[in-house]
């Protein structure tokens, strides 16, 4: 057989483009250099053809329409024909996508080219909610949408309300979270959230029989609206040890070696800014085994379950928000959870300052990084041992880049809520941590003794290492002592972190570490994407929508306060949300309540501190209070609807004992002929950032009762008070500004203030206090089985009792009752009422995230804004 004969390769024509070179995409993209350097190397033949034929964004309904129609029949494989609202969701949303990722694309890359100082904003939760409405409003094409859809046979509301809320978060922390990264994007600040991507949230929770059962949230079985970055991966190690070497240089090394390997695989999530072309980023990352998924040598061998087992225990790390940690088992997991979502941030941190080429000495002159709370601390310990065992900088070198270089926002005065890690955990997990958190607590102690000689008990107050059995890691102080700056995040609420848990810190470093940035809401979704109707009357008021963007415009409502066509539609609207929440209670409960009744509401995080179980003590006795009147009395009564909602940690069983009660109150009262609409109970279960989005702008009054000095600062407050709702609340946390800012008359305050509880619980402790006799009377009729088994509350009922009442509920419940009275009175008047309302709306400019994120820019982060339409020579 002959050889085929020998053919060289067809010569290119001299027409055809020449190839453009290969390159190898890195972690964290190009940098200047390498981009300039690509960019030269392409023809310019090339590079024209590709500019010509560039993704563009849509603007007109026919474009919008057809991208639609595209995503669904090619994306999804359908149809006109089986084009449900599920998949006219989905191909609305990726329509979106497109035009969002296309401003993402360029944000990104004039980032990149202008090089400025970023933040990176590390968060445990971020409480993102639904997308689309969203990312509608922020980009202004919902009108474009909403007559697109329309004419494909579909509601645009139908459209919304097919998507899942994001489970990332459980309350306000990823709550602020949220509002902060629209912030950071619609005032053009060069910014990154970063978080995990929890496949099944903190849990769904479901009502059964009035208790709280929690089953997982299938968020993610359709979410447009991320990008798996399956080249982006980061090995993050656990468990091993620390073997010390020497260098080529003869200097003593620590080497942490032969644990188990994770790795951490990265979403993106673009973020857009309202009213800008800035979209930024946030990343989530997710846990796979280093070892691949499936070992199919066990498989092969008959261990089914343990071919997998390695791919479970890895996922088993971003699976839940929150673990359970009652358990050793959860408390291990919980830190596993922290440590590889700083690890993995930090490495992606650090590349993109690589990549810059700049030396170490500028690395906090290009990255500010935001500790949200004490969760991601360890960011801190990892940053250090980088620079000191990777990167071989000096011990006191690398230390001052670390504390230049992290600010840490602490969200509690309750001494119980700070996160403490056991030694032995932290040293099972992360050996070669703990060897640097006992050198930083050395070093710091050392200072201390130094600054304070004959303090000697103050090193024991602020020592890292709690000498308790068995020793304990207090995070709160490690981020005190590694970050620049401390906030609070209420006025009352920084100083009393000074005063009280945090005094001797302040002692150590003097006042200016410790600053106050009190939270804000963003306006866009918290007034103009929930309350459409309200924020379309201000803007016909105002002269435009410019108040979305500077909150301190609402003072023009001002001078309409006594417009009666204002008030007539002002209050039209209120009416008209609460018939739309009425109608969301009857289909979910089939509990009808009207609409024109006072809605009292309290939607938020079930915990002691927040005094729910105060709030349905009240509404107990509301209801045996109308039981001993007579039909005509009864008559002269303000109907009211008190709606609750939140969830309590699954461990919480104090918690989830209140929700319980709740309910049960809730099956006597609604049933009850007598009563009739003068009084309902509503728990709204699942309560999430799209409810939120229901119940806030039907509010009537809101309850903020926590117990004075305990509430950081609170968000919930500010958006009832944005959609012209009233306060019913302590001074406590934002309370105080927001009475401030309001006025009293606009408010209405109980309870002891936060300087006098010390000495109330002190007389609970060794005093003699009798139970206000009104508490003692609901009390009694808990015990007696009005409200079911008598038993299931006995853990209420003792923490009033031999508890010594901690939370002070005796204490504040006379004032309490006597408020709602007076809420009831002002609720009679509805022109007063209405006056009341107007003018807190116009005074709320103060409380936008906007302001916040400025403050922080200015007075921690030192960052500045970037002009989206920068010029930069990209593609």
Not at 222 to 250: A, C, L, Q, S
Not at 716 to 744: P, Q, W
Request: proline share 4%.
């Amino acid at each position: 057989m002959s050889n085929p004969p020998v053919t060289s390769p067809p010569s290119r024509s001299i027409t055809e483009p020449p190839l453009r070179p290969k390159h190898k995409r890195t972690h964290t993209g190009f940098g200047v250099r390498e981009i300039k350097a690509v960019e030269a190397s392409i023809p310019e033949q090339l590079r024209a053809t590709w500019r010509r034929l560039a993704a563009s964004e849509f603007k007109e309904k026919e474009e919008f329409q057809k991208a639609v129609v595209r995503h669904v029949e090619t994306t999804l494989a359908r149809s006109m024909y089986n084009c449900d609202d599920a998949a006219a969701y989905a191909g609305t949303a990726l329509a979106l996508r497109d035009n969002l990722v296309i401003g993402w694309n360029k944000t990104q890359q004039n980032q990149t080219f202008q090089d400025p100082k970023r933040v990176y904003y590390l968060s445990l939760e971020f409480l993102m909610g639904r997308a689309l409405d969203n990312a509608m409003l922020n980009t202004q094409v919902k009108d474009v949408a909403r007559e697109g859809v329309s004419e494909l046979g579909f509601r645009i509301e139908d459209i919304i309300d097919q998507e899942h809320d994001a489970a990332l978060g459980n309350g306000g922390l990823g709550r602020l979270a949220a509002c902060f990264l629209d912030g950071l994007a619609t005032l053009n600040y060069p910014g990154w959230g970063y978080g995990l991507r929890y496949r099944y949230g903190i849990f769904k929770q479901e009502i059964i029989d009035g208790y709280q059962v929690e089953v997982p949230d299938y968020w993610l079985d359709f979410n447009p609206w991320e990008f798996p970055r399956h080249d982006v991966v980061v090995d993050i190690m656990f468990y091993g040890y620390v073997k010390k070497d020497t260098d080529e240089n003869g200097r003593t090394i620590n080497l942490w070696e032969g644990g188990e390997v994770v790795q951490a695989i990265a979403y993106d999530v673009p973020v857009p800014g309202y009213e800008t072309r800035t979209t930024n980023n946030l990343r989530l990352w997710s846990s796979k085994p280093a070892s691949g998924e499936f070992d199919f040598q066990k498989f092969n061998s008959g261990d089914y379950e343990g071919s997998i087992r390695d791919q479970q225990r890895a996922e088993t790390i971003s699976a839940v928000l929150y673990p359970n940690d009652n358990i050793d088992a959860g408390k291990e997991l919980r830190l596993k959870q922290q440590y590889f979502w700083v690890a993995a941030s930090l490495h992606d941190i650090i590349r993109r300052f690589k990549k810059s080429h700049r030396p170490w000495q500028e690395f906090p002159d290009q990255v500010a990084i935001q500790l949200n709370d004490t969760h991601p601390t360890l960011a801190i310990v990892e940053l250090q041992r980088i620079l000191v065992d990777v990167e071989h900088l000096a011990w006191d070198d690398a230390w001052g880049l670390v504390v230049r270089t992290f600010g840490y926002t602490n969200h509690t005065v309750l001494p119980e809520a700070l996160e403490k890690w056991s030694v032995p955990l932290v040293q099972h997990l992360l050996p070669r941590h703990l060897q640097i958190i006992y050198d930083i607590n050395l070093f710091f102690l050392q200072s201390v003794e130094r600054k304070f000689p004959q303090d000697r008990e103050m090193l024991s107050r602020v020592s890292i290492i709690e000498e308790s059995q068995p020793q304990v890691l207090r995070m709160a102080y490690l981020a005190i002592i590694g970050s620049h700056k401390v906030n609070g995040v209420a006025e009352l609420h920084s100083d009393l972190i000074k005063a009280t848990i945090f005094k001797d810190f302040v002692d150590i470093y003097g006042p200016d570490k410790f600053t106050n940035v009190t939270n804000g809401i963003t306006p866009r979704r918290w007034l103009h994407q929930a309350n459409p109707k309200l924020s379309d009357l201000i803007a016909s008021k105002i002269g435009g929508y410019d108040f979305l963007k500077n909150l301190s415009l609402l003072e023009g409502l001002r001078d309409f306060v006594d417009d009666k066509e204002f008030r007539r539609e002002w209050n039209e609207i209120k009416l008209s949300n609460k018939i739309k929440l009425a109608k969301y209670i009857r289909d979910t409960t089939s509990i009808s309540v009207n609409p024109h009744s006072l809605f009292d509401i309290q939607v938020k995080r079930i915990h002691e501190y927040k005094r729910q179980q105060m709030n349905i003590f009240g509404v107990i006795h509301r209801y045996l209070t109308l039981k001993d009147m007579t039909p005509a009395e009864r008559k002269k009564q303000v109907p009211r609807a008190s709606i609750f909602g939140g969830k309590a940690a699954p461990g919480y069983w104090m918690a989830k004992t209140v929700i319980r009660l709740i309910n049960a109150v809730g099956e006597v009262v609604n049933k009850d002929r007598d009563i009739g609409d003068l009084l309902k109970v509503i728990f709204i279960e699942d309560y999430n950032v799209s409810k939120a989005e229901l119940i806030v702008p039907a509010s009537d009054i809101s309850e903020h009762i926590s117990t004075a000095g305990t509430e950081a600062s609170g968000t919930s407050n500010m958006k009832f008070v944005l959609n012209g709702g009233l306060i019913i609340g302590t001074m406590d946390g934002a309370n105080i500004e927001i009475t401030r800012e309001i006025g009293e008359e606009n408010i209405f305050l109980l309870g002891n203030l936060a300087e006098d509880v010390e000495e109330l619980r002190h007389r609970h402790r060794y005093g003699q206090v009798e139970m206000d006799p009104k508490l003692r009377r609901v009390c009694d009729e808990i015990e007696k089985g009005t409200f079911g088994d008598p038993t299931i509350y006995g853990s209420l009922m003792s923490a009033l009792t031999t508890g010594c009442d901690y939370y002070l509920v005796s204490d504040d419940f006379s004032s309490y009752l006597a408020t709602q009275d007076l809420v009831d009175e002002a609720f009679r008047d509805k022109d007063e009422w209405a006056t009341k309302c107007i003018n807190s709306v116009a005074s709320m400019g103060f409380f936008s995230a906007d302001r916040c994120i400025n403050e922080y820019a200015d007075m921690i982060w030192n960052i500045e804004p970037l002009n989206p339409l920068a010029s930069s020579n990209v593609l």
